[in-house]
Nanobody, 119 residues
Framework: QVQLVESGGGLVQPGGSLRLSCAASGTIFGIGAMGWYRRAPGKQRELVAT???????SYADSVKGRFTISRDNAKNSVYLQMNNLEPEDTAVYYCHAEISRIIRYSDYWGQGTQVTVSS
């Protein structure tokens, strides 16, 4: 099965930066949209940022101007550069991708990586 593996999470002080990475592996015919979601304790999962196959990006208002999503199609990877982090950004961050293995595109999710912003 296709696998998405995230990395780059950790503990950072307010105002600091982290760069999350997510790489897809396995039998992949094509990758469409990719994105990052997060789930904070006691809250529903929310969209953080998405990037289409053509490079069009979209961001949640809460992270606009601080986070940047990008992708490298040659590496089947998506990245999230997070700057000026705030305690409210603390959450488990999940990578998402639309991936076609043979015919249909299906939704795939990474295992999640913890981001903790605290002094």
């Amino acid at each position: 099965q296709v696998q998405l593996v995230e990395s780059g999470g950790g503990l950072v002080q307010p105002g600091g930066s982290l760069r999350l990475s997510c790489a897809a592996s396995g039998t992949i015919f094509g990758i469409g949209a990719m994105g990052w979601y997060r789930r904070a304790p006691g809250k529903q999962r929310e969209l953080v940022a998405t990037i289409s196959g053509g490079g069009r990006t979209s961001y949640a208002d809460s992270v606009k101007g601080r986070f940047t999503i990008s992708r490298d199609n040659a590496k089947n990877s998506v990245y999230l550069q997070m700057n000026n982090l705030e305690p409210e950004d603390t959450a488990v961050y999940y990578c998402h991708a639309e991936i076609s293995r043979i015919i249909r595109y299906s939704d795939y999710w990474g295992q999640g990586t913890q981001v903790t912003v605290s002094s």
